[in-house]
């Protein structure tokens, strides 16, 4: 039975998505790429470029991360960026076919001092005609207003993981600390982007565990990340198992049939992902990506490599905006009814 995606739902629960994440490979990518064509131009992606602008020293100990200061890595710290020098990594990033510009700081939470430096930046991203996106840690809803109040577009603040696995790898930090700052951003108008990291030694519970604490939220993320771990010497999860490349598209599967309407971002990992892999992902329902060599401190394929794969699979970058508009949503159901003519979809209860 096709999953009914017609408006998004909230209320999964975790046997009906465990039994999504049990579908054969096939149904169920058949599945998400129905629910994908419904609300998406199938063959566009959003593109976005992910640039640090304060490295490393973070107070938190998350275990994944080589920023965190309880961590051993070789990473050297460095201050807040100058806005000059932001701006102009956000014109390149633009030059390079960008359409979101985020900017992540390793901090607990924003200092005030800190605060007039990344309004500018803001301001500058947005004048460019980018939109702009920002991860700066916990925020308090007086924070999250003046973010908002600057033009901020998107604020991401990653769940990681489920709630029962979380305290595996972070301590410093609540779950309930992570929603808070979410509703606060919520709260000031900004749009939400939130996902998690899978093969941190998790189980498929904990990955539907995530799927739907994000799923079920009142409004769904508008921005779905789902990283592939980067195993970095001198953190606590530098050898920990690999994460099976099935396991990673159906999590991408799954999470395209619960928010239907969200762009669903291929983000860390994908140095590690062949382009048969990443082609998958895109069946699935992924339909973002970070373009460019570095995201934070990790590699990611280079930007010529991502435009080569793009060429291959018949894939165009999203313009800003799109895939959203009303004009282009009746385009894309007419084509899903000129493809049931056809009896290229099916109703797969016959």
Not at 170 to 187: C, S
Not at 251 to 278: D, Y
Not at 288 to 302: A, H, M, R, V
């Amino acid at each position: 039975m096709l999953a009914n995606s017609a408006q998004p739902r909230h209320d999964w629960s975790p046997e009906q998505v465990q039994a999504l994440f049990e579908l054969p490979f096939n149904d169920l990518l058949f599945q998400a790429q129905t629910v994908h064509r419904q609300h998406f131009d199938p063959n566009a992606v959003q593109v976005s470029t992910l640039l640090s602008i304060k490295t490393g020293a973070c107070p938190e100990d998350c275990k994944y991360c080589p920023q965190s200061a309880h961590n051993c890595t070789d990473l050297d710290a460095e201050r807040l960026m100058k806005v000059k020098q932001v701006l102009k990594e956000a014109q390149a990033a633009k030059e390079k076919g960008a359409t979101r510009f985020c900017m992540g700081a390793a901090w607990s939470s924003p200092r005030p001092k800190d605060m007039p430096f990344v309004v500018d930046m803001i301001k500058g991203v947005k004048d460019m005609g980018l939109e702009a996106c920002m991860t700066l840690g916990m925020l308090d809803q007086d924070q999250a207003d003046s973010l908002a109040d600057a033009g901020l577009d998107y604020y991401n603040h990653n769940l990681d993981t489920s709630a029962e696995f979380y305290g595996s790898i972070i301590t410093t930090r609540t779950y309930q600390d992570r929603l808070d700052t979410l509703q606060n951003v919520r709260n000031s108008g900004m749009k939400v982007c939130c996902g998690g990291i899978l093969g941190m030694g998790e189980e498929l519970k904990d990955r539907i565990g995530l799927l739907i604490t994000l799923a079920n939220m009142p409004d769904h993320p508008e921005s779905v990340p789902i990283n592939m771990l980067v195993k970095v010497e001198g953190t606590p999860l530098d050898a920990v198992d690999d994460l099976e490349p099935f396991d990673f598209v159906r999590t991408i599967a799954v999470a395209r049939i619960l928010m239907p309407k969200s762009h669903v971002r291929l983000s860390a990992g994908r140095q590690r992902m062949n382009e048969q892999m990443q082609a998958l992902c895109f069946m699935a329902g992924a339909n973002s990506i970070f373009y460019g060599e570095k995201l934070l401190t990790t590699d990611n394929p280079e930007a010529d490599s991502d435009r080569q794969l793009f060429n291959k699979l018949g894939i165009n970058p999203e313009q800003r905006h799109g895939a959203s508009d009303e004009a282009h949503e009746q385009v894309l159901m007419q084509q899903i009814e000129d493809h049931k003519n056809e009896s290229m979809f099916y109703d797969a209860s016959a």
